[in-house]
């Protein structure tokens, strides 16, 4: 991720805020609004994940106004995203780190 996250009390309860289940189709649907059609084998993987997980537990929040999550508590695996209002946008795969703080915020609220 671009930062850690969420070691602030206010990104903790920006994640425990938002975090919620995701819907695979509306996730495929997101990311092909930000990233587009046509895109290399790096953006294939995260359309992929999204595949691999359909039918398992997918939580989905936000760590502020621009990044969000997706990520699987089962697999211990997901994928974070950046889309700024002045159109550019990054992406990348969450490290064992924000996983685990992830999970901790989920049972929490009771999804995992």
């Known amino acids: 991720m671009p930062e850690q ?3 602030k009390f206010s990104r903790r309860e920006a994640v425990l805020a938002s ?8 996730e495929k649907l997101r990311f ?5 059609q ?5 953006e294939q993987a995260f359309l992929d994940f999204i595949e691999q997980n359909r039918g398992k ?12 999550f997706l990520f699987s508590p089962r697999t211990r695996a ?6 700024q209002k002045d159109g550019l946008s990054g992406k990348g795969f969450l490290g064992p780190q924000d996983l685990a703080r992830l999970l901790e915020l989920a049972a ?3 999804f995992a």
């Open 19 to 26: 975090l919620a289940l995701a819907d695979p189709d509306q």
């Open 38 to 42: 046509n895109f290399s084998t790096r």
């Open 57 to 68: 537990l997918l939580l989905t929040g936000k760590v502020g106004g621009d990044l969000s």
């Open 108 to 110: 929490q609220r009771g």
């Open 5 to 7: 996250f969420p070691q």
């Open 78 to 83: 997901g994928y974070w995203v950046v889309v």
């Open 32 to 36: 092909l609004e930000v990233f587009g």
